[in-house]
């Protein structure tokens, strides 16, 4: 998936690895036999936006931008944490996290491994690609693994 991103983009990059690790974490950890699941690891930035923003002095103007952008792009309803921790569920998850990286200012490219399938339902991710503050999102893109060594990780602390 390619990203244009509001403002830096090692600061995108932090912010979308925060979150989805937080994520994968949770889904690590908890598990999904359970009604409702733990969100105290996931970024508060990331809870105001997804449950109906009601802290917004708090959230970097970069996500409120790529909320908005979100909803434009996607057509989609406002998510509840919740809903979206439950659709890291590996049983209902098509494609594992593997890396962003960037080949240039603004840009951002995210790699996931489909496991070989061409139509991957990944909504929570656009959600998540969106959030942490991207203008704009193509959608998934086929590349060689050649193409991903060429250009550098981004968002590691």
Known sequence: MQIDVFGDVEAYGW????????AVRVAYEQGFDREELDTSSIPNW?????DGGSHEEAIPVEVLAGRNAYYAARDQNEWDVQEWLFCFDPDLRYWHWWDLTSPGDRVAVLWIDTRGEWDVPCEELWWAVYAAGARSAEGLIWMSADEWRRQPSIGIT
Do not use: G, K
Request: glycine residues 0%; charged residues 25%.
């Open 15 to 22: 912010r979308l690895r925060r979150v989805l690790m937080a």
């Open 46 to 50: 990331f809870i105001s936006i997804t």
